[in-house]
């Protein structure tokens, strides 16, 4: 790579010599090392894929600082050991609590405030239930002063599908709030991006991201949706026998996303959104159950590890060694019921606290690994409405009719839906009480030209 040191003098290319060398005998230069991957680069020099990483992580560490996008390393040294940052006082810190607004007052009294900045927050929910209509709120909230928004731009990484520059358009035009702004939030202050694959969704948010949010003074981080790339990446294609290796090196990418999400919003004080898919939950036994000893036990399909881990086995009295009993002997313990993943996900899923309710169970993608990432979960819910109608009747609902006519038009009358009710719900959160069971204390909010609207007054 004998354009390096062209490109950066100040580069410590004796840290990497033996690296370099492998590459320039193959003719790789720092436009290769910087944009072709890893394992195509170990695959045509026989240097390995860690090695070439730490190098390219090197190099764009120094074209950041040398172009001024982040502190040089005499700026950036730690604080003397044993050195403590001042500790803020009550006062302070309520002093610098920020939240978000989703630009309707009464649905942030029901969030809490809205959106809390400095943390990682989800909105989970089916297709159809207003998280993409959440988040185009959320895009232009932020650019609004406190105590709406931060008065700075917004970031948006998209996974699925560009962002809907029309529609953000029909909310500036139709907000009250935005166009009662002195300054009303503009399309230019979102920069969007898509990231079709994992790969390129780790290269933006470790290495673009940061200096974004450094050079524009990013307020808010967008993330639609954060399930997609994972779901295509670890669980299409697998077989029985690679599917749990691949849920446990899943579970680490889930935990490393986490801690830099984490470190974007508590360092550049930035509240970072992500929004989730759901999955069906089934939870009733899909095959014969073994017997067990405590026969009054539940039987789940869905267990936490720490279920599996708890689960006793006992040997024929008398074995020298284990041995093989038939699947008939009852010599498995399950776990206590308190550790199956059924009765644990009420409290963090958002979907089964209430056992008398009249909707379909769901269960957030990526599983408990993800939860224990975010520090605030809001779920997102909708129920078809039904009004009874006159089959050759299209002008409205079924009017008033007599008794003799109902009973002779019984075969014309149908249930024909005629709209959605939607709830808001927080499942948890560190600055705010989660709702109730169910859809109790939740909020039932509407989507409009303008965003979303709350239906009723905030309760509290």
């Known amino acids: 790579m004998t354009d390096l040191p062209r490109a950066l003098p100040q580069f410590p290319t004796a840290r990497f010599s033996k690296i370099l060398a492998a590459l320039d005998k193959h003719g790789i230069n720092t436009t290769d090392l910087l944009t072709v991957d890893a394992t195509e680069l ?39 050991v044993g050195s403590h940052a001042p500790k803020k006082s009550l ?23 809205g959106v809390p900045v400095g943390y990682v927050t989800e909105i989970t929910g089916e297709s159809g239930t207003g998280k993409t209509q ?56 979102i920069i969007s991006t898509i990231t079709p694959d994992l790969e390129s969704q780790d290269h933006i948010l470790e290495f673009q991201v940061p200096v974004e949010v450094e050079r524009r003074n990013i307020g808010l981080i967008v993330i639609d949706s954060v399930a997609a790339n994972y779901r295509a990446e670890f669980e299409r294609g697998t077989t029985p026998h690679s599917r749990g290796s691949n849920m446990a090196v899943r579970g680490n990418e889930l935990v490393r996303l986490g801690a830099h999400l984490r470190r974007l919003a508590q360092k ?55 041995t093989y009993v038939p699947p008939s002997s009852p010599v498995e313990v399950p776990a206590p ?66 008794a003799q006519a109902q009973e002779e038009d019984d075969e014309r009358l149908v249930p024909t839906q005629t709209g959605w009710e939607r709830w808001v719900k927080i499942v948890f959160a560190p600055h705010t009480e989660a709702s109730g069971q169910g859809l109790s204390d939740a909020m039932r ?9 709350a239906l009723e007054e905030a309760k509290g």
């Open 337 to 402: 019921p308190a550790l199956l993943l059924d009765h644990q996900q009420r409290w963090f899923s958002g979907w089964g606290d209430d056992p008398f309710a009249d909707y379909v169970l769901k269960t957030p993608s990526l599983g408990l690994v993800w939860s224990t990432q975010v520090a605030c979960r809001i779920a997102l819910f909708r129920k078809p409405v039904y009004e009874v109608k006159n089959r050759d009747d299209d002008d409205g609902p079924l009017g008033v009719r007599t």
């Open 91 to 113: 006062v302070e810190l309520c002093d610098a609590w920020s939240t978000i607004s989703t630009l309707d007052t009464t649905l942030d009294a029901s969030l809490g405030g």
């Open 268 to 322: 550049y004080n930035l509240a970072v959104v992500v929004a989730n898919q759901v999955a069906d939950r089934f939870s009733a036994p899909l095959g014969p159950v073994r017997p067990t000893v405590h026969h009054s036990l539940p039987v789940s399909t869905q267990e936490s590890p720490l279920a599996a881990r708890s689960r006793q086995v006992f040997e024929p009295e008398g074995a020298a060694e284990p």
């Open 42 to 80: 170990e695959r045509r020099t026989n240097v390995h894929a860690l090695d070439i990483k730490r190098l390219s992580a090197a190099v764009l560490d120094s074209l950041h600082r040398d172009l001024g996008a982040l502190p040089s390393r005499e700026d950036a040294k730690p604080p003397p």
């Open 134 to 189: 959440f988040l185009l709120s959320l895009l232009l909230a932020v650019q609004l002063p406190p105590p709406y928004g931060l008065s700075r731009p917004a970031l948006y990484i998209s996974t699925e599908a560009p962002l809907s520059t029309r529609r953000l358009s029909q909310m500036l035009s139709s907000n009250p709030l935005l166009k009662s702004a002195e300054i009303p939030p503009t399309l230019d202050n």
């Open 445 to 453: 909010f509407e989507v409009t030209m303008g965003g979303l609207k």
